[in-house]
């Protein structure tokens, strides 16, 4: 009597796991019924609905249900947009920087070369008020401080 009441409970707890994996399964899945066909020229159809007058198979798909609900058109419009415009802005920022890094590297070797030709020649013409003057060695020594402290500040 004791193995009957076991085998018992043990059929009723297979058959518990078996509905309950049933039910979970019908609810994940749906199925939707599709009728193939073969037309007079031997063409394979498939559709939803039963054509009228010709001999069809009924065909049982599975399909997962959909568990996220679809956007309305307009929303994923909008979210599209959002997103170019979010990549546009974000390669403008990165334009911008690589445009002004080029134009801190020019300034920089501007004055590197401004300051090389400064070591390297004793004297300096300059043209002031359409005159050719030459630099003194005080002004010289002036212009080589104010290009060492904008080597510091711009090429850094």
């Known amino acids: 009597m004791n193995s009957k009441h076991l085998m018992h409970n043990l059929n009723s707890c ?12 019908s609810l994940n899945s749906h ?14 159809h498939y559709s939803d609905r039963k054509p009228n007058n010709i ?25 599209l947009d ?3 415009n979010t990549a546009l ?19 920089c070797l501007a004055i590197k070369n401004n300051l090389k030709t ?3 020649k004793s004297r300096i013409r300059i043209e002031e008020e359409g005159k050719l003057r030459y630099l003194s060695p005080d002004e010289i020594n002036n212009k080589k401080a104010a290009y060492q402290e904008q080597i510091e500040e711009f090429c850094s």
């Open 118 to 120: 400064l070591m390297e």
């Open 14 to 25: 297979i058959l518990t796991v078996l509905f309950t994996f049933l039910c979970t399964l």
């Open 82 to 84: 959002e997103k170019q």
């Open 31 to 44: 199925s939707a019924e599709v009728y193939k066909w073969v037309d007079d020229n031997g063409e394979v």
């Open 55 to 79: 001999s069809t198979e009924s065909l049982r798909i599975r399909t997962q249900k959909n568990l996220q609900p679809r956007k309305d058109p307009i929303e994923q419009a909008a979210s």
């Open 89 to 107: 802005e974000a390669k403008a920022r990165k334009l911008q920087g690589e445009s002004k890094k080029r134009e801190l590297d020019a300034q």
